[in-house]
């Protein structure tokens, strides 16, 4: 297995995971807390972050056994904190989950995406701060997955 077909296979499996991490496995209380300010927003991410990192994880040994990819899990454990220390950070960024959004600023990457010059569509999207996030997600998914196939073992012939 070349490693541009385990990058291809890792992105694939992070990427499933991730939505099935973010959208079905992460229970209603931490996602309203886990931008919080203080110790409840820390330990509510912290749950919802291990429960990504897990779900990641098990589709990542799935993948790695069901398609053969001969991952070295050094390196798939260096890609999964990748993804998990990013999606921390995002997921702590704040305001996104408040329950008046109007008293709270918006999250640093939508402040950000203001601060250079992209607030035209932020204005008119509605899920502008929603849509902002998953793509900060994603893209650090696969730079995840290039930490995983980085050290994956090249079959022989």
């Known amino acids: 297995m070349n490693r541009a077909a385990q990058f291809s296979a890792a992105y694939a499996a992070l990427t ?29 991410c912290l749950r919802h972050v291990a429960s990504y990192t897990a779900t990641q994880a098990l589709a990542l040994a799935a993948a790695d056994r069901g398609l053969g990819l001969r991952l070295n899990w050094r390196y798939a454990t260096a890609g999964l904190l990748v993804s998990a220390a990013t999606h ?12 008046d959004p109007d008293k709270q600023p918006t999250t640093r990457m939508v402040r950000a995406a203001r601060a250079t010059g992209h ?19 994603k893209g650090w998914i696969a730079i995840a997955a290039g930490v995983v196939a980085m050290g994956g073992r090249e079959a022989r012939s």
């Open 119 to 137: 607030s035209g569509w932020l204005e008119r999207d509605p899920n502008a701060g929603y849509r902002i996030d998953q793509a900060w997600h």
């Open 16 to 44: 499933a995971a991730h939505e099935v991490a973010d959208h079905i496995v992460q229970v209603d209380r931490d996602a309203v807390a886990k931008g919080r300010h203080g110790a409840e927003g820390r330990t509510a």
């Open 88 to 99: 921390y950070g995002a997921d702590r960024s704040g305001g996104r989950w408040a329950e």
